[in-house]
């Protein structure tokens, strides 16, 4: 079984294959303050929980945005399963052409996601990442990574609304009724579920227009499932990083 983790700013995305098949998956709060031995239990827990015998993993990838969280998963990884993992950084193959001023800069993550892109669905493409950050990636009907756009995540714009103002209150992620808000809860609602459906379709339409061409829209992420009022998404895919983990591993693991 491969065991891939995505670790990311605000959650650390954890998959299980045999396989092409996705067998389990948790999303862990990323915690800075967590060692080896904390996260080295909660994941043999979480597979034992699943049915699954963590002594049967015999492949690791990491994909990771937190350098100081990544060390303490590489130990992890040493100390419960008895590996080092495979890690998503410069040197590793996964044919997707950057075409970024400087690719060392692009997110471990972005990467990921149009490797999966790619493969799974064809380009060209626009990737739409709904988490921590909304982040938009470019693929060229070559299927080469252009770039993309970074704008702070839905829960970050409302979480600043309950910081930075006086009275406005924490709200719950759920979708309004109505876009015209008849109370101040609504009205949040509002601007934050459409509001970012309103960002996602007017950059995925400057994306397009810039590509000169038809691109699929791809969305994936924790926050995903918020944007069916986006008009531009043509799929939801909410696994697509750990498929992209997946494909990686593979690819690097038959060019050794």
Not at 139 to 147: C, F, M, R, V
Request: aromatic share 6%; proline share 6%.
């Amino acid at each position: 079984m491969l065991l891939g983790m995505n670790i990311n700013n605000t959650h650390t995305l954890i998959g299980v294959f045999a396989g092409e098949k996705l067998l389990a998956n948790w999303r862990l709060a990323t915690d800075r303050l967590r060692t080896p031995d904390e996260y080295g239990l909660i994941v043999t827990n979480l597979l034992s929980m699943a049915g699954l015998d963590p002594k049967a993993v015999d492949g690791l990838i990491i994909a990771s945005v937190v350098p100081p969280v990544t060390a303490t998963f590489v130990e992890m990884c040493q100390r419960y399963f008895g590996r080092e993992p495979m890690q998503v950084g410069p040197g590793t193959k996964t044919g997707l052409p950057i075409r970024y001023e400087n690719p060392r800069e692009v997110g471990a993550d972005r990467v990921v996601n149009a490797v999966a892109g790619v493969k799974l669905y064809g380009p060209p493409l626009i990737l739409v990442d709904l988490g921590t950050a909304t982040t938009f990636c470019a693929i060229s009907p070559q299927g080469e990574y252009l770039g993309g756009a970074i704008a702070p995540g839905l829960m970050i714009a409302a979480e600043a609304l309950y910081t930075r103002t006086a009275k406005l209150p924490r709200i719950e992620r759920t979708r309004p009724k109505t876009a015209i808000g008849r109370n101040t809860i609504a009205s949040m609602q509002s601007g934050i579920v459409f509001g970012y459906a309103a960002l996602v379709d007017g950059m995925v339409r400057r994306f397009a227009a810039e590509m000169g061409c038809k691109p699929k829209v791809i969305a994936t992420g924790g926050l995903a499932w918020m944007m069916t009022d986006a008009e531009t998404i043509d799929l939801v895919d909410p696994h697509l990083t750990l498929k992209g983990l997946r494909i990686i591993y593979e690819m690097n693991r038959e060019s050794d």
